[in-house]
């Protein structure tokens, strides 16, 4: 592995264990075991270690923020798209640790994360559309927007939620939660059996 890769490798997992600001560039060339040139060499500064982190994240997170809406998907399927994003997002927690605060320091990553939180809004508005449309959901257009910024909302800041009260995050948590801010907006029986789901995800 190069050292760029073990660099941001290691820099993930002190970050997320120790939240960002706890952590210098001379304790991630400690815990790697090389100079802190040869860091600086790579990336000057802990500024470029979260922009590469963050780039890392897009480029995990993108893929998933293209579904395929013009093929019928199972209920199932759309439940495993917010799964798979709250994943991603688990792995990356530190960002979300303290976001204002982390994008007010560093404006670059701020415009990056607003790009990709407008990404996952389109793609949230696409997908209770395509829902929609499939005569699943019975709430009007504006409801629906609401229900948009619900579930961004929840997706952003229910993993350090959790952390705040001493609690492992865990992904299921977060995706029962997004569900049961679907489901009120289903018709039965997709409702019934949202709801359902939600609570084998909550249980396992």
Same mark, same amino acid.
């Given at each position: 592995?190069?050292?760029?890769?073990?660099?941001?490798?290691?820099?993930?997992?002190?970050?997320?264990?120790?939240?960002?600001?706890?952590?210098?560039?001379?304790?991630?060339?400690?815990?790697?075991?090389?100079?802190?040139?040869?860091?600086?060499?790579?990336?000057?500064?802990?500024?470029?270690?979260?922009?590469?982190?963050?780039?890392?994240?897009?480029?995990?997170? &993108? #893929?998933? @923020?293209?579904?395929?809406?013009?093929?019928?998907?199972? *209920?199932?399927?759309?439940? $495993?798209?917010?799964? /798979?994003?709250?994943?991603?997002?688990?792995?990356?927690?530190?960002?979300?640790?303290?976001?204002?605060?982390?994008?007010?320091? &560093? #404006?670059? @990553?701020?415009?990056?994360?607003?790009?990709?939180?407008? *990404?996952?809004?389109?793609? $949230?508005?696409?997908? /209770?559309?395509?829902?929609?449309?499939?005569?699943?959901?019975?709430?009007?257009?504006?409801?629906?927007?609401?229900?948009?910024?619900?579930?961004? @909302?929840?997706?952003?800041?229910?993993?350090?939620?959790?952390?705040?009260?001493?609690?492992?995050?865990?992904?299921?948590?977060?995706?029962?939660?997004?569900?049961?801010?679907?489901?009120?907006?289903?018709?039965?029986?997709?409702?019934?059996?949202?709801?359902?789901?939600?609570?084998?995800?909550?249980?396992?």
């Amino acid at each position: 592995m190069k050292t760029r890769d073990r660099i941001l490798d290691c820099a993930l997992q002190l970050f997320n264990e120790q939240g960002e600001p706890n952590v210098s560039t001379l304790e991630i060339a400690n815990e790697l075991g090389i100079s802190p040139g040869n860091l600086y060499y790579h990336f000057h500064g802990k500024e470029p270690v979260v922009l590469g982190l963050f780039e890392r994240f897009e480029e995990a997170l &993108l #893929p998933l @923020l293209d579904p395929p809406l013009d093929v019928r998907l199972d *209920a199932e399927d759309y439940w $495993l798209f917010l799964h /798979l994003i709250v994943e991603r997002m688990s792995q990356y927690r530190f960002l979300f640790q303290d976001l204002s605060n982390l994008t007010g320091r &560093l #404006p670059k @990553l701020a415009r990056g994360v607003r790009n990709l939180i407008n *990404a996952v809004k389109r793609t $949230l508005a696409a997908l /209770l559309a395509s829902l929609k449309a499939q005569g699943q959901v019975q709430s009007d257009t504006q409801a629906l927007g609401q229900l948009v910024e619900q579930i961004t @909302l929840t997706l952003l800041f229910s993993l350090d939620y959790q952390r705040v009260l001493a609690r492992q995050g865990d992904v299921g948590v977060v995706v029962y939660q997004v569900m049961m801010l679907v489901a009120p907006h289903l018709h039965q029986p997709s409702r019934q059996a949202a709801e359902e789901m939600a609570v084998r995800y909550l249980e396992g």
